[in-house]
């Protein structure tokens, strides 16, 4: 499949995976190919991916936050980022890019601040001792609604692109 054929000649939507830790690539690459976005999954080291024109494998180094900064460095408005990394999230929201957990939760310009604040709430009590727990264990509940999380993502980047390029009518 020829790339050129899949991708509109704009600036396509482009996925955005922090992959070290996903427990979601399969559903991502599934719904990427079924519209036809590009995805680059990215990682400290090597990661298997499938052989697929529109999905780019990136080795970003195994410096601290090297696949952080490889993503916040090149999503913007119109692509997608798929991380639980709350710091990588916030980075990303701000420059414009749609982000998802793979739980399915969406962070927004309007929860990422609290988000953020309750992160480091818990690193300070688990730096001084305080036993806080862990996140809960991932489940097909969480899996469901990351796929109906990124596919209304994709849907309404694609109804802003539509709106922004269709001529005024008046």
Request: charged letters at 25%; aromatic letters at 4%; glycine letters at 8%.
């Amino acid at each position: 499949m020829n790339r050129q054929a899949v991708m509109p000649t704009e600036n396509p939507t482009r996925i955005y995976v922090d992959a070290d830790a996903c427990p979601v690539k399969d559903e991502i690459y599934r719904v990427a190919l079924r519209h036809g976005l590009p995805v680059s999954v990215v990682a400290g080291n090597f990661i298997r991916v499938p052989q697929d024109p529109l999905i780019e494998r990136v080795a970003a180094g195994s410096g601290m936050d090297a696949a952080d900064n490889w993503i916040a460095e090149r999503a913007g408005d119109g692509d997608i980022v798929i991380t639980a990394d709350i710091p990588l999230a916030s980075r990303c929201v701000k420059a414009g890019a749609d982000v998802i957990a793979p739980n399915g939760k969406p962070f927004t310009e309007q929860s990422i601040g609290m988000t953020l604040a309750m992160r480091n709430l818990m690193t300070d009590l688990r730096s001084s001792g305080e036993v806080t727990g862990g996140p809960r264990s991932f489940s097909p509940r969480d899996r469901s609604a990351f796929l109906s999380a990124l596919d209304t993502a994709i849907r309404r980047i694609q109804r802003r692109r539509a709106e922004q390029t269709a001529p005024g009518q008046g």
